[in-house]
T-cell receptor, first 113, second 112 residues
Framework: ETGVTQTPRHLVMGMTNKKSLKCEQH?????MYWYKQSAKKPLELMFV???????ENNSVPSRFSPECPNSSHLFLHLHTLQPEDSALYLC????????????FGNGTRLTVT | TQLLEQSPQFLSIQEGENLTVYCNSS?????LQWYRQEPGEGPVLLVT?????EVKKLKRLTFQFGDARKDSSLHITAAQPGDTGLYLC????????????FGKGTLLTVNP
């Protein structure tokens, strides 16, 4: 078990659908992250929550909406996505301190048709 | 904008060979982390280096942080098929505890 669990592992959705990605961490960390991983690009930080407050929002389109109801759970709500949003979406957690390592989940492979 | 360039982008070698992958930047980082990502999984931290000139060893893996804290290298001795994966470097600092700058990665394949 990685300590960070993401569901679903695979998701195919049309451009008019609404879906949500879920992430749960069992490590007692106080920071949670959403990253986007696309081919031939570096990992892109999308959102960071620390103690359930959003502390980073990297100019992500509004069709991606994060939610952090408590320090163990993180959601990414998706609506009216575009085909270029197809990617691996990785959730991570950390202690939120300087040089704290990231603990990643295994990701959700999203395909937008 | 801080950027990290990783080279080579792809590397395919035979079991038992040695290899080095590089992570370079024109920016100074307060720390460098190396991760390995296997197919179908998320990245897993291998090491963090924080001091210029620092060398850390993890079994057959040797990590070095440049004196000026702008570059890092990962050397693998006697590579094994289990070393196959995407190696990512990530630079920390820049005034945020949360933002890491990632490179695009080196995809290593070790053939039996």
């Amino acid at each position: 078990e990685t300590g960070v669990t993401q569901t679903p592992r695979h998701l195919v959705m049309g451009m008019t659908n609404k879906k949500s990605l879920k992430c749960e961490q069992h490590l007692g960390h106080n920071a949670m992250y959403w990253y986007k991983q696309s081919a031939k690009k570096p990992l892109e930080l999308m959102f960071v929550y620390s103690l359930e407050e959003r502390v980073e929002n990297n100019s992500v389109p509004s069709r991606f909406s994060p939610e952090c109801p408590n320090s163990s759970h993180l959601f990414l709500h998706l609506h009216t996505l575009q085909p270029e949003d197809s990617a691996l979406y990785l959730c991570a957690s950390s202690q939120g301190q300087f040089n704290s390592p990231l603990h990643f989940g295994n990701g959700t492979r999203l395909t937008v048709t | 904008t801080q950027l990290l360039e990783q080279s080579p982008q792809f590397l395919s070698i035979q079991e038992g060979e040695n290899l080095t992958v590089y992570c370079n930047s024109s920016s100074v980082f307060s720390s460098l982390q190396w991760y390995r990502q296997e197919p179908g999984e998320g990245p897993v931290l291998l090491v963090t280096v924080v001091t210029g000139g620092e060398v850390k060893k993890l079994k057959r893996l040797t990590f070095q942080f440049g004196d000026a804290r702008k570059d890092s290298s990962l050397h693998i001795t006697a590579a094994q098929p289990g070393d196959t994966g995407l190696y990512l470097c990530a630079g920390g600092g820049g005034g945020s505890n949360y933002k890491l700058t990632f490179g695009k990665g080196t995809l290593l394949t070790v053939n039996p």
